[in-house]
């Protein structure tokens, strides 16, 4: 077994990938440590200009590169805040996601926050509906749920250390 510190919970993913070494693996194959991290999130909208206001204006990703792809008749916009990377797409007819009920599949995306009820007020106050803030039962910690233009369920998760 490696010994690469604690075990870090589902929730903190996107950040446990600056925090865990790359070891060799113990077998001396050569390859490594088999995932670091999360690279991106890859989202496909229907609505290109209201998904790309968004997630910049909303939540506050960065625009790092943006390209039309007249081949497949699509955007694609490179967006970044912090260690979250998210890729955005457009294409034409491409059909809705079923959010209710659950389906198999990508359930949501989690993002961890210092505090619920500050990320919930000010998301609020930028015209975002916030779910009820509930507790999580099994550790204790605050979370709440928004959805962005297409229903995508959009989770913050309190993390505390």
Known sequence: MIEDGPVVPAHFALQACYYIRRQACPCSCGVGRLLLGIHHIAIICSDYELSKQ?????????????????????????????????????FPMAPSRPTRPEACGLRHVAFSVDSVEATARLLRARGVEVEPIRIDPHTGRSFTFVADPDGLPIEFYEDRV
């Open 54 to 90: 968004f997630y910049k204006d909303k939540l506050d990703f960065i625009i790092v590169d943006e390209n039309w792809r007249a081949e497949k008749q699509s955007w694609k916009c490179d967006l970044r805040h912090g260690p979250v990377q998210i890729e955005l797409f457009s």
